[in-house]
């Protein structure tokens, strides 16, 4: 089972950025795909992005296109995923998690991919945007 640590949150102002880490241990986690979902209280977890193997397919809500971008970085021994927040707004806060599905399907992520679509998880990282 991959282990996934996400750190990287924070309390910022409205138009700041953040960069999301979620650290991999275990297995490289090129053979995954990769996705990030974000959780307020009362509602259910939903998804912000999905990046497939190769990254050759890759989604984004809309709610943040344009805005967020996803990023890998496993050759080296930091196997590293990322998500680079900019233009944050209020409506962006809520924890924020990885997830992990082992996959060589590099369209996996044409299809919208839900919670049960992922077998790892991290633990989350708080991310607080104030007006």
């Known amino acids: 089972q991959l282990h996934l640590v996400e750190s990287g949150g924070g309390l910022v102002q409205s138009g700041d950025s953040l960069r999301l880490s979620c650290i991999g241990r275990?297995?490289?986690?090129?053979?995954?795909?990769i996705g990030w979902f974000r959780q307020v209280p009362g509602k259910e977890r939903e998804a912000i992005s999905c990046?497939?193997?190769?990254?050759?397919?890759?989604?984004?809500a809309d709610a943040v296109k344009g805005r967020f971008t996803f990023s890998r970085d496993t050759d080296t021994v930091k196997n590293a995923v990322y998500l680079q927040m900019n233009g944050l707004k209020p409506e962006d806060t809520g924890v924020y998690y990885c997830?992990?599905?082992?996959?060589?399907?590099?369209?996996?992520?044409?299809?919208?991919?839900?919670?049960?679509?992922?077998?790892?998880w991290g633990q989350g990282t708080q991310v607080t945007v104030s007006p």
């Open positions: 990046s497939s193997y190769k990254d050759t397919s890759t989604s984004f």
């Open positions: 997830a992990a599905q082992f996959s060589y399907n590099e369209n996996w992520c044409r299809t919208a991919r839900g919670t049960h679509d992922y077998n790892d």
């Open positions: 275990g297995y490289n986690m090129d053979h995954y795909a």
